[in-house]
C-alpha cells in the first residue's frame, strides 16, 4: 500500500485518544467499549472531515486553486470544517446547503454549524431538498470558472478515493495504537452516511492486512445501497493505493436499522444515546451522526450482538456542534 506518496497537509491533531469508556461499559454489561476521539480532531471544533481534507486540499493547492466549494445538508460538519481549513489556507468558500430535513425551526436554520460557517466566513448558497447537489456543485464550479476562477470542488463529505486517504490514515494509526496498548479489538463502529470514513477504514485494514471488522451504522440510506455505496469507494480507495482488488465484499457490512424517519430527524433512540454518553462518560454525541451510531450499537449490545470480554471501538466522528441546531428538540424532550 502507497500512501505517503499523496500530498498532504497536516493540520489533525494526530493521534486521536483512544480511551476506555468504563462506566457505559459496565452499564451495558457488554463488551469492553472503547472510543476513538475523531470528534477531538482539533479543526473549528472538529470532527471525521478534517482527515479527509488534509488529502483534499493538498490536492487543491497543487492546483493552485482560488476557490473551494462544497455541498451539504444545512447542519452539515463537513461544510463547517471545510469553511475553517479554507479559512485557515486563505482561500475563499462556498457552501451550497441543502434544506434536506425541511426543519424550520430557526435554531435548526441559523445556530450550531450554520453559525459557525458564517463566522468562518464561508459564503452559502441554498437549495430545496430534493436538489441533485453534485449537479449544483459542478454548475456553480462551471459559473465561478466562467468568471476567471479556479475553484476546487469536493463531493458531499469529502467522500471520493482521495478524501478517504484520511480514514486510510486513521486506520493505520488505530491498529498503532491497539498494539501498543496490547489491545486486540474485535469491531470497530461509527456512523455512516456518505462512505469515505468506512471507506478509507476498510481499505486501510485491507492494507495493511488487519482482520479488525468495521460496522457501519447507517444514517441515510438503506443496507443494500450503502453497502454498496461503501464497498464501490473502498475498491477505488485501494486501487489509488496501489492495492486492487484487497477489499473483500465481506468486509464491508452496513446496519440501517436506526435511521427512523430520515436523515437528520431524531429519534426516540438517538436521543436515549445522546444522554447515556454524556451521563456516564462525559461524551458529547450529535443527532444526525454519532447519535444514531451510539444508539445502534447500544442496542446491538442489548440483542446480545457482542461478547463479554470483547473488545469494541466506537469511532466517534463528532458533530456535536449540531447539537445548538436542535435546542428546539432537546429542550423539550430533557425536560424532567
Ligand atoms: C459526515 C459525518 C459522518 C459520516 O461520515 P461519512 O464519511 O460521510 O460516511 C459521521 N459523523 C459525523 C459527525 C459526520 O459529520
Given at each position: 500500500m502507497k500512501l505517503s506518496r499523496f500530498p498532504r497537509i497536516r493540520i489533525t491533531h494526530a493521534p486521536t485518544p483512544l480511551e476506555p469508556m468504563p462506566r457505559l461499559t459496565e452499564l451495558l454489561s457488554g463488551p469492553n467499549l472503547w472510543v476513538k476521539r475523531d470528534d477531538c480532531t482539533g479543526l473549528a471544533s472538529g470532527g471525521n472531515k478534517t482527515r479527509k481534507l488534509e488529502y483534499l486540499m493538498a490536492e487543491a493547492l497543487a492546483q493552485k486553486a482560488d476557490v473551494v466549494l462544497t455541498q451539504g445538508a444545512t447542519q452539515s460538519n463537513h461544510a463547517r470544517q471545510t469553511a475553517a481549513i479554507a479559512a485557515k489556507l486563505g482561500m475563499d468558500c462556498e457552501i451550497l446547503l441543502e434544506d434536506r430535513t425541511q426543519i424550520s425551526a430557526a435554531d435548526y436554520r441559523e445556530s450550531g454549524n450554520v453559525l459557525l460557517d458564517r463566522l468562518l466566513g464561508a459564503s452559502p448558497h441554498h437549495f430545496p431538498g430534493g436538489t441533485d447537489m453534485e449537479a449544483a456543485l459542478a454548475a456553480r464550479a462551471e459559473e465561478l470558472r466562467a468568471q476567471g476562477?479556479?475553484?476546487?470542488?469536493?463531493?458531499?463529505?469529502?467522500?471520493?478515493?482521495?478524501?478517504?486517504?484520511?480514514?486510510?490514515?486513521?486506520?493505520?494509526?488505530?491498529?498503532?495504537?491497539?498494539?501498543?496498548?496490547?489491545?486486540?479489538?474485535?469491531?470497530?463502529?461509527?456512523?455512516?452516511?456518505?462512505?469515505?470514513?468506512?471507506?478509507?477504514?476498510?481499505?486501510?485494514?485491507?492494507?495493511?492486512?488487519?482482520?479488525?471488522?468495521?460496522?457501519?451504522?447507517?444514517v441515510r440510506a438503506p443496507r443494500a445501497p450503502q453497502e454498496e455505496k461503501v464497498y464501490a469507494l473502498a475498491q477505488r480507495t485501494a486501487e489509488l493505493l496501489g492495492v486492487p482488488g484487497a477489499v473483500a465484499r465481506e468486509r464491508?457490512?452496513?446496519?440501517?436499522?436506526y435511521v427512523g424517519a430520515g436523515y437528520g430527524l431524531p429519534t426516540d433512540g438517538m436521543l436515549e444515546a445522546l444522554k447515556i454518553a454524556a451521563r456516564t462518560e462525559g461524551l458529547l454525541l450529535d443527532p444526525v451522526y454519532s447519535g444514531k451510531g451510539m444508539a445502534g450499537l447500544i442496542d446491538l449490545i442489548r440483542k446480545g450482538h457482542f461478547r463479554k470480554g470483547q473488545n469494541v471501538?466506537?469511532?466517534?466522528?463528532?458533530?456535536?456542534v449540531g447539537l445548538f441546531g436542535y435546542e428546539h428538540y432537546f429542550t423539550p424532550a430533557l425536560a424532567g
Amino acid at each position: 500500500m502507497k500512501l505517503s506518496r499523496f500530498p498532504r497537509i497536516r493540520i489533525t491533531h494526530a493521534p486521536t485518544p483512544l480511551e476506555p469508556m468504563p462506566r457505559l461499559t459496565e452499564l451495558l454489561s457488554g463488551p469492553n467499549l472503547w472510543v476513538k476521539r475523531d470528534d477531538c480532531t482539533g479543526l473549528a471544533s472538529g470532527g471525521n472531515k478534517t482527515r479527509k481534507l488534509e488529502y483534499l486540499m493538498a490536492e487543491a493547492l497543487a492546483q493552485k486553486a482560488d476557490v473551494v466549494l462544497t455541498q451539504g445538508a444545512t447542519q452539515s460538519n463537513h461544510a463547517r470544517q471545510t469553511a475553517a481549513i479554507a479559512a485557515k489556507l486563505g482561500m475563499d468558500c462556498e457552501i451550497l446547503l441543502e434544506d434536506r430535513t425541511q426543519i424550520s425551526a430557526a435554531d435548526y436554520r441559523e445556530s450550531g454549524n450554520v453559525l459557525l460557517d458564517r463566522l468562518l466566513g464561508a459564503s452559502p448558497h441554498h437549495f430545496p431538498g430534493g436538489t441533485d447537489m453534485e449537479a449544483a456543485l459542478a454548475a456553480r464550479a462551471e459559473e465561478l470558472r466562467a468568471q476567471g476562477r479556479r475553484p476546487y470542488a469536493i463531493p458531499g463529505g469529502g467522500s471520493n478515493p482521495v478524501g478517504a486517504l484520511g480514514y486510510v490514515t486513521c486506520a493505520l494509526e488505530l491498529v498503532e495504537q491497539a498494539n501498543s496498548l496490547g489491545l486486540d479489538i474485535d469491531c470497530l463502529v461509527h456512523a455512516t452516511g456518505s462512505a469515505g470514513t468506512q471507506a478509507g477504514l476498510v481499505a486501510g485494514l485491507a492494507g495493511c492486512r488487519s482482520l479488525i471488522p468495521v460496522l457501519g451504522i447507517g444514517v441515510r440510506a438503506p443496507r443494500a445501497p450503502q453497502e454498496e455505496k461503501v464497498y464501490a469507494l473502498a475498491q477505488r480507495t485501494a486501487e489509488l493505493l496501489g492495492v486492487p482488488g484487497a477489499v473483500a465484499r465481506e468486509r464491508v457490512v452496513a446496519n440501517c436499522d436506526y435511521v427512523g424517519a430520515g436523515y437528520g430527524l431524531p429519534t426516540d433512540g438517538m436521543l436515549e444515546a445522546l444522554k447515556i454518553a454524556a451521563r456516564t462518560e462525559g461524551l458529547l454525541l450529535d443527532p444526525v451522526y454519532s447519535g444514531k451510531g451510539m444508539a445502534g450499537l447500544i442496542d446491538l449490545i442489548r440483542k446480545g450482538h457482542f461478547r463479554k470480554g470483547q473488545n469494541v471501538v466506537f469511532v466517534h466522528t463528532g458533530g456535536a456542534v449540531g447539537l445548538f441546531g436542535y435546542e428546539h428538540y432537546f429542550t423539550p424532550a430533557l425536560a424532567g
